[in-house]
């Protein structure tokens, strides 16, 4: 008879995403997991596989949670240009309270680039979801009259995801949080 298990895999993937945030996977040791999830060896094979399935279940699970809390805020607020106001100075200051562990998804491609074929699909989709949901947002906000007639909706949304990139790292380098701030009120400004 099985034993039951005696963790919450929700929390210890959670763990386990914090961990690889902070150090990346080339730099976690699965000694490391193990201690910060709270569980044994043979537990983490037996629920996650190895610590390379364990790591692309993290970063699948990560992006996904951080796109759709992004598309969230863009889409609750008053107006188009209001929800990317809101996704950039609310991401600005989210970005600084947890630079101490970095972004998964941005450390995934500057320790990957696009040399792993699955650490490359979990982040182009990603990636692609976010450059959609700008779009759109952009377009809105372009048919509201809220940002310039001849801003171009590809390289806007393109614009706005790398600067959402750039405030990650620049967050991680040690920003302030009123300099990550002053950085999205730059990109807002671009687009008018």
Do not use: W
Not at 14 to 32: D, K, L, M
Not at 99 to 113: N, S, T, Y
């Amino acid at each position: 008879m099985a034993r039951p298990k005696e963790f919450v895999r929700e929390t210890a993937l959670q763990r386990a995403i914090e961990v690889f945030c902070e150090h990346g996977y080339e730099g976690t040791s699965t000694e490391v997991l193990l201690r910060a999830m709270g569980i044994s060896r043979q537990s983490m094979y037996d629920t996650f596989g190895d610590k390379r399935q364990l790591y692309l279940e993290a970063l699948q699970h990560y992006n996904t949670d951080s796109v759709a809390d992004l598309i969230r805020t863009l889409s609750g607020a008053s107006s188009p240009l209001k929800g990317l106001e809101m996704a950039l100075s609310t991401f600005a200051s989210r970005a600084a309270a947890g630079a101490a562990l970095g972004c998964m998804g941005v450390g995934a491609i500057c320790e990957f680039g696009r040399s792993d074929p699955k650490v490359t699909l979990l982040t182009d989709s990603a990636g692609r979801t976010l450059l959609s949901a700008l779009e759109r947002v952009i377009a809105e906000a372009k048919r509201a009259g809220e940002i310039g007639a001849d801003v171009q909706m590809r390289p806007a949304a393109q614009f706005m995801a790398a600067t959402i990139s750039g405030l990650k790292i620049s967050a991680r380098r040690g920003a302030s949080p009123e300099a990550l701030r002053g950085i999205a009120r730059m990109a807002i400004r671009g687009l008018r």
